[in-house]
C-alpha cells in the first residue's frame, strides 16, 4: 500500500519536472528566435546605411572602399521602438579626394555616431531626419601623399618623438647636403593642416648668411596649409598630430543628419 502510495506522488513529480523542462526549451526556442530576427534587422539597416554613406562620398566627388558599418546596441528591436541608437560606427577605407590635383589619402576613416535619433516611421519609409547627437571621425594621412604634395625629389616625412620630421638631399652653393628637421603641425581656421618647418638644419652647411638664407627659403618652400577633402557628416577638424602611421587628423560635429551626409 505504501508503495503504490509513493509511485501515486511520485507521478505529479515527474509530469512536474517534465512541464518545466518543455517550458524552459520553449523559452530557449523563443529566445532564439528573437535573437536571430534582431540579428537579421541590424543587418538590413548596416547595409542601408552603408549604402547611403556610400552615396555621399561619391556625391564629394571622393573614393573609398565599400563603407563598413556596425550599429551598436542590444537589443536592436528596442532601440527601433524607442526611435533612438545607441552608437552607429563607419569605416571607411582608402578614402582619396582630388586636392589642387594632389590625391591626398586617407588609408581609414573611423566615424563614431551616438545617440542617433531616428522614428519608426522614419525607418519604414525612408523620409525624415536621422539625426546623431555628436559625431566623431578619426583619420590618417599618409606621408607619402603629403610628400607628394610637396613635390621636392628625394623628399621623405615621418614622425620622430611626436612631431613631424623631414628628410631631404639639397644642393646649397654647389654643396649636396642632407637637411633634416621638424614642423609644426596645427589646424588653420579654415579647417586646413598648416605645416611649419621652423627648425631645419643640414650638416655641412658652409657658414656663409647666403647659404642659411638658402635654406630659410627651401623650408619656407616646403611649409604649407594642406586643403583636406570634404569629410562626410559635417565632420570639422579639430586635432592633428603625428604618429607613425601618418598625420592623425581629428574630427567631430554634433546634431548631425546622417542621411543627408556633408
Known sequence: MAQ??????ERPRRRGRKALVVLVV???VLGGILVIADRVAVGVA???IADQVRQEVAKQ????APPEVEVGGFPFLNQVLDGRYERISILLREVRGSVQGDAISLPELDVDARNVRASL???RSGQGDVVAETVNGTGTISYQSLAALLDRP????????GKLAVTAPVDILGAKLTVTGTADVTVSKQGQVSLRF????AEGLPNLPLARTLLNNYAKGISVDVPLPDLP?????REVRPTPEGLTVTADAKDVPINSAG
Not at 566627388?61 to 573609398?64: G, H, K, P, T
Not at 628625394?154 to 618623438?161: F, I, P, S, V
Open 154 to 161: 628625394g623628399l621623405t616625412l615621418g614622425e620622430q618623438g
Open 26 to 28: 520553449l523559452l530557449l
Open 61 to 64: 566627388n571622393a573614393q573609398s
Open 198 to 201: 621652423n627648425n631645419l638644419d
Open 4 to 9: 503504490a502510495q509513493a509511485a501515486y506522488e
Open 46 to 48: 548596416e547595409r542601408a
Open 233 to 237: 557628416f559635417q565632420l570639422a577638424v
Open 121 to 123: 516611421d522614419t525607418i
